[in-house]
């Protein structure tokens, strides 16, 4: 599989919850005006559209994940994002096939 050092599981009004799966990541996060939300779970408030975009070029470079599923996930915002040309690049695309059982793509 993919090394991948978190994803981000969800945006739900604004606020981008990313999870983190080693301590380096989890500092490098913080370094970047994440908070600590305990635990691994980190947040950032994105207000505005330029924003979400600097959040998501910065995941992408750090190797995080963008979570896939339905109703506008993560990894969709990415390819939409992707298509308007506010973002370039492949990108770490996490799914689960089964409870513990990740799967990452890149697209």
Request: glycine share 8%.
């Amino acid at each position: 599989m993919t090394q991948i050092n978190g994803f981000l599981a969800s945006i739900n009004g604004g606020v981008n919850t990313v999870v983190c799966l080693n301590s380096q990541a989890g500092d490098c996060l913080l370094s970047n005006q994440f908070q600590s939300c305990g635990s691994d779970t980190y947040s950032i408030h994105c207000a505005h559209r330029d924003d979400q975009v600097r959040v998501f070029e910065f995941l992408r470079k750090n190797k995080f994940a963008f979570s896939a599923g339905r109703d506008w996930s993560p990894a969709e915002i990415f390819e939409f994002f992707r298509e308007q040309g506010l973002v370039a690049g492949e990108y770490l695309r996490i799914s689960w096939i089964g409870p513990d059982e990740p799967t990452v793509a890149v697209c």
